[in-house]
């Protein structure tokens, strides 16, 4: 039974990226700008006058990139390049291939949003449970009503204010950037080092404006847990505090958490963008807000894609694991 469950969700995961895939190819073209009009029209002016053949150099960029096919052709060349992730060329940066560029890029957003989204996590999720269980601690009082009015206030004005006092002001971090324009990229720890320096600022906005939000969520489901049946039971077999906190508490007030964490984890490069654009982060974030400045459609779809992947991804090992986690949905799902 469980392998006829495993198998229903895998069709759901190719209806899921099939349908979000068409969405994304079909959204861009929405606007009337012509992107390779766009990029020839930028050649000519950086250029001298009449040394650009505009029209030849359209009909040869259309050609070369399809776009002077009818649409329902264009479209099954683009599912078909999907399933096979090639992900062709960025009409602005042409000859590049959008696989070098998103290998170039998702290194920076995943080293940055993964890091400071699993600190934000596990500290959010550790006070929410110990502000319910150690309703005793002063000290847990007043931190959570702190974080939950840092939480309100969006990452990127965090961010601002970072900046202005911790690097413009003091100058204890760069102000921007990912990484010094004197360092050589390379795996040694000069260079290491300086990367680590320059995600300091931006991590800590993130962590700072997410971290209660998670407290939030974990501190609700305790609160909901603690009058729950088995609990009582545990109470009065006369387990250890300690015991009755990991074991029946966290472990079932958790479960929300991870779902929320799986659902983040996948809007990872939504999430960037604001970021990276406040701390000229070299990551996905910023190469996607240039590919929509300029309506590059295959870097739009490339790095769309890949976010329709890594959420479909997550939402398949989620309910994969969820019923390992919790009986109830293992029941249901047979």
Known sequence: MYLIYVLRRFVMLFLVVITAASLN???????????????ITEMSESSAPGSVDMQNLLTVFNERFGLDRPLWEQYLSYIGDMLTLDLNYSITSYPTRVADMIAQALPWTLGLMVTATLIAFLLGTVLGALTVWRKDSRLLQITVPVVMV????????????LI?????????????????????PGWNWEFIADVM?????????????????WALGMRGMMVT?????????AEAKGLTSR???LRYAVRNAILPQITQLALFMGQLVTGAVLVEIVFGYPGMGSVLLQAVDYLDYYTIYGIVFVLILAVAVSMLILDLVYPLLDPRTRAQSH
Not at 152 to 161: R, T
Not at 226 to 231: A, S, T
């Open 150 to 161: 840092f939480s309100a206030i969006p990452f990127y004005l965090i961010g601002l204010v």
């Open 243 to 245: 015991r009755m906190f």
């Open 197 to 213: 320096r320059h995600s300091i600022l931006p991590a800590s906005s993130i962590v700072i404006a997410s971290i209660g939000i």
């Open 164 to 184: 202005y006092f911790l690097a413009y002001r003091a100058g204890w971090f760069p102000i921007g950037g990912g990484y010094s324009i004197t360092s050589f």
């Open 225 to 233: 847990v603690q009058g729950e049946d088995y609990m009582n039971f």
């Open 25 to 39: 190819f079909f959204v861009p073209r929405m606007s009337d700008k012509n992107p390779v009009l766009e990029k």
